[in-house]
């Protein structure tokens, strides 16, 4: 089984900053893509931020405020928040696609989400 979990999320006054964590366990051959999106209260899950072997990719929303990495190394990926808006503030979840096993097809995996809430 594979298993993403998240951490880093909490309150943080318009401004801040927060730095979220996610970290892949379990039977994995190998990661192609991780990121992270987002789902705000009455709102539709949506692209945060997500890292390719190609480069990185953001929503126009948090382009140079946001700033996503990975440690292939562990497994991971992180989001940097800087300048954080309440608009910012929903529930941010991790996504990865993942190859369990050598000649198996990548299949999408989710954490269980992490609250951000921006708010004075």
């Known amino acids: 089984q594979v298993q993403l979990v998240e951490s880093g999320g909490g309150l943080v006054q318009p401004g801040g900053s927060l730095r979220l964590s996610c970290a892949a366990s379990?039977?994995?051959?190998?990661?192609?893509?991780m990121g992270w999106y987002r789902q705000a209260p009455g709102k539709g899950r949506e692209l945060v931020a997500r890292?390719?072997?190609?480069?990185?990719i953001y929503a126009d929303s948090v382009k140079g405020r946001f700033t996503i990495s990975r440690d292939i190394a562990k497994n991971a990926v992180y989001l940097q928040m800087n300048s954080l808006k309440p608009e910012d503030t929903a529930v941010y979840y991790c996504?990865?696609?993942?190859?369990?096993?050598?000649?198996?097809?990548?299949?999408?995996?989710w954490g269980q989400g992490t609250q951000v809430t921006v708010s004075s």
């Open positions: 996504n990865a696609d993942i190859r369990p096993r050598s000649g198996w097809a990548l299949a999408a995996y």
């Open positions: 890292a390719t072997s190609g480069g990185s």
């Open positions: 379990g039977s994995i051959f190998s990661i192609n893509a």
